[in-house]
């Protein structure tokens, strides 16, 4: 067995490959109901299990602690408050970024769940765990039906 | 050692179609509330989680086992993901084996998953990269020509008619119109088979099953605990998995060594000393129809090379002495992969526990579920008995 460590593979034999796969992913039942709100009417919709008193957002048609199927769908503000925070200064490469982004999970309004979303209309140095924020939505021409129908959540 | 005496008390399915809008997490939760209903249970009985979920690459989820669970029961659970590529479907109910039999949990819920359509246009792509980088990968192998290659030698073997394989197909998509969930129901006859596109000799469009989205459940428990819920369990009493080489070039392809090799220690935890004659009913992995008779032999349910006759002569059919794929397989089912094979352990439960309905084979006592995979050397064998 040779130990000597290769510090370019490409001095032996080698061959060159990929493992790229192209997918089409669908939103479910549930996120199709979501996606579609947010696009057509910029709201928020959550399911909930009057059983647990969970309410789910993102929605699902399932309580994760009862495993009971559900299908009371509610409309939940679009307000939330900073759980964490973090600001990002390098790229997944480790090349510093131009523009730093700021993200936060924001717990939404009368719901258990919440969204993991950017942080725009302030600086960053000004933010704090338990800050009150809002959805900012795309110009409905611009919506789609995705997550990054929310431009950001700015400070209320 | 085996503590304890498993028991299956219920199960749950979905329907199997080649496309579905729900995510894979909500197919697994159908399957899981099914199974929960069925055996009457709610899901603090629950304690433990097996999940059965094949190659990440099909869902275009890396680690899916992971995103799956919160659909599949285990969110706050000891959760497990068991992994032998297409053998996984059988292997999950064996991992929940090990789970109750060791005596460290009373009740297992066993769930598989796949959802094969995201991999756009054909989840053939996701098989690409299966294959040794340097050895194979350089001839673009695709698995339709490798089981080709399988098909032949195992019909030239023997000299089996490529009639008496499509006999399997034929049988399986006609069971397969009374399963509730199936994908492919058809009456066809041997002739569309062999009149089928031709796909890569001897393999015909019609010899081989669909991609599918789909997911199965089943709820495990120990002896004392299945007493609670059911006066009318099943038993899992033997289990088996065996793996080959990874080098095709070191087997020999017209037998699968590694089912024998599975069957046998599933035949002896269960105490079978003659599964030809103490086998009801079996369902042998049958993605493609040969595979369904290299399966059966496997199984040591039929002489080498003997399994196509029997279909032909009629014997496994439902109403035949020995009763191959009852639930109409693969081949008229579905194919989504974990969930295919868990598919064929729900059938055994039902069929022992005569609640298969129109597809109902009489006198069933005992029955074997056998899933195949990984790199195609994989054998993974239960054995069921009311
Ligand atoms: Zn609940």
């Given at each position: 067995?040779?130990?000597?460590?290769?510090?370019?593979?490409?001095?032996?034999?080698?061959?060159?490959?990929?493992?790229?796969?192209?997918?089409?992913?669908?939103?479910?039942?549930?996120?199709?109901?979501?996606?579609?709100?947010?696009?057509?009417?910029?709201?928020?919709?959550?399911?909930?299990?009057?059983?647990?008193?969970?309410?789910?957002?993102?929605?699902?048609?399932?309580?994760?602690?009862?495993?009971?199927?559900?299908?009371?769908?509610?409309?939940?503000?679009?307000?939330?408050?900073?759980?964490?925070?973090?600001?990002?200064?390098?790229?997944?490469?480790?090349?510093?970024?131009?523009?730093?982004?700021?993200?936060?999970?924001?717990?939404?309004?009368?719901?258990?769940?919440?969204?993991?979303?950017?942080?725009?209309?302030?600086?960053?140095?000004?933010?704090?765990?338990?800050?009150?924020?809002?959805?900012?939505?795309?110009?409905?021409?611009?919506?789609?039906?995705?997550?990054?129908?929310?431009?950001?959540?700015?400070?209320? | 050692?085996?503590?304890?005496?498993?028991?299956?008390?219920?199960?749950?399915?979905?329907?199997?179609?080649?496309?579905?809008?729900?995510?894979?997490?909500?197919?697994?939760?159908?399957?899981?509330?099914?199974?929960?209903?069925?055996?009457?249970?709610?899901?603090?009985?629950?304690?433990?989680?097996?999940?059965?979920?094949?190659?990440?690459?099909?869902?275009?989820?890396?680690?899916?086992?992971?995103?799956?669970?919160?659909?599949?029961?285990?969110?706050?659970?000891?959760?497990?993901?068991?992994?032998?590529?297409?053998?996984?479907?059988?292997?999950?109910?064996?991992?929940?084996?090990?789970?109750?039999?060791?005596?460290?949990?009373?009740?297992?819920?066993?769930?598989a998953e796949e959802k094969m359509s995201p991999c756009y246009p054909h989840p053939q792509t996701a098989f690409r990269t299966i294959w040794d980088p340097i050895i194979t990968r350089p001839l673009e192998p695709n698995l339709v020509w490798i089981f080709a290659l399988e098909m032949q030698r195992y019909m030239q073997i023997h000299n089996i008619p490529k009639e008496h394989i499509a006999a399997i197909a034929v049988k399986n998509k006609g069971n397969a119109l009374d399963h509730p969930s199936a994908q492919l129901a058809a009456k066809i006859t041997v002739?569309?088979?062999?009149?089928?596109?031709?796909?890569?000799?001897?393999?015909?469009?019609?010899?081989?099953?669909?991609?599918?989205?789909?997911?199965?459940?089943?709820?495990?428990?120990?002896?004392?605990?299945?007493?609670?819920?059911?006066?009318?369990?099943?038993?899992?009493?033997?289990?088996?998995?065996?793996?080959?080489?990874?080098?095709?070039?070191?087997?020999?392809?017209?037998?699968?060594?590694?089912?024998?090799?599975?069957?046998?220690?599933?035949?002896?935890?269960?105490?079978?000393?003659?599964?030809?004659?103490?086998?009801?009913?079996?369902?042998?992995?049958?993605?493609?129809?040969?595979?369904?008779?290299?399966?059966?032999?496997?199984?040591?349910?039929?002489?080498?090379?003997?399994?196509?006759?029997?279909?032909?002569?009629?014997?496994?059919?439902?109403?035949?002495?020995?009763?191959?794929?009852?639930?109409?397989?693969?081949?008229?089912?579905?194919?989504?992969?974990?969930?295919?094979?868990?598919?064929?352990?729900?059938?055994?439960?039902?069929?022992?526990?005569?609640?298969?309905?129109?597809?109902?084979?009489?006198?069933?006592?005992?029955?074997?579920?056998?899933?195949?995979?990984?790199?195609?050397?994989?054998?993974?064998?239960?054995?069921?008995?009311?």
């Amino acid at each position: 067995m040779s130990f000597e460590k290769i510090r370019d593979p490409r001095r032996v034999r080698h061959w060159k490959g990929d493992m790229e796969c192209d997918y089409i992913y669908t939103a479910g039942i549930a996120g199709e109901k979501f996606f579609t709100t947010i696009r057509d009417k910029a709201k928020l919709l959550a399911t909930r299990c009057a059983k647990c008193k969970i309410t789910y957002l993102p929605p699902r048609i399932y309580c994760e602690r009862c495993q009971a199927s559900l299908d009371n769908w509610i409309e939940v503000p679009k307000t939330g408050t900073i759980e964490t925070f973090t600001t990002v200064h390098m790229d997944n490469n480790g090349a510093p970024l131009s523009k730093p982004i700021t993200l936060a999970f924001i717990r939404i309004d009368e719901t258990d769940g919440g969204l993991i979303h950017e942080i725009g209309g302030t600086k960053p140095e000004a933010l704090k765990i338990g800050m009150r924020v809002e959805a900012v939505f795309q110009s409905k021409s611009k919506r789609t039906g995705a997550l990054t129908d929310i431009k950001y959540f700015k400070p209320v | 050692m085996v503590k304890k005496r498993v028991a299956v008390i219920g199960a749950g399915i979905t329907l199997f179609r080649r496309r579905l809008q729900e995510t894979g997490k909500e197919l697994s939760h159908y399957a899981v509330e099914m199974a929960l209903d069925s055996a009457e249970m709610t899901r603090d009985d629950i304690e433990s989680v097996v999940m059965g979920t094949a190659p990440d690459a099909f869902d275009g989820i890396h680690m899916k086992a992971e995103n799956l669970l919160d659909g599949a029961g285990g969110a706050r659970k000891p959760y497990t993901r068991v992994f032998v590529g297409g053998g996984t479907g059988v292997f999950a109910p064996i991992g929940g084996w090990w789970h109750v039999a060791s005596g460290l949990f009373d009740t297992c819920l066993v769930v598989a998953e796949e959802k094969m359509s995201p991999c756009y246009p054909h989840p053939q792509t996701a098989f690409r990269t299966i294959w040794d980088p340097i050895i194979t990968r350089p001839l673009e192998p695709n698995l339709v020509w490798i089981f080709a290659l399988e098909m032949q030698r195992y019909m030239q073997i023997h000299n089996i008619p490529k009639e008496h394989i499509a006999a399997i197909a034929v049988k399986n998509k006609g069971n397969a119109l009374d399963h509730p969930s199936a994908q492919l129901a058809a009456k066809i006859t041997v002739q569309d088979v062999l009149d089928s596109e031709v796909m890569v000799w001897p393999v015909q469009r019609l010899d081989i099953s669909p991609p599918s989205d789909g997911a199965a459940a089943m709820i495990l428990a120990s002896e004392d605990v299945a007493r609670k819920y059911t006066d009318d369990p099943v038993w899992l009493d033997g289990v088996g998995w065996s793996l080959d080489s990874a080098y095709w070039t070191n087997r020999d392809l017209y037998f699968p060594e590694y089912v024998a090799t599975a069957a046998r220690m599933a035949y002896k935890m269960a105490k079978i000393h003659n599964p030809r004659k103490e086998i009801s009913l079996a369902e042998p992995y049958d993605p493609f129809d040969y595979k369904e008779a290299h399966h059966t032999e496997g199984l040591l349910l039929a002489d080498k090379g003997g399994a196509p006759k029997l279909t032909v002569e009629g014997q496994t059919f439902r109403d035949g002495d020995q009763p191959i794929c009852p639930s109409g397989g693969l081949l008229g089912v579905g194919n989504p992969i974990a969930a295919a094979g868990l598919m064929k352990c729900c059938e055994c439960f039902w069929q022992l526990r005569n609640e298969a309905g129109k597809r109902q084979v009489p006198k069933a006592e005992t029955a074997v579920a056998q899933a195949w995979g990984d790199l195609m050397q994989i054998g993974t064998v239960t054995v069921f008995r009311r």
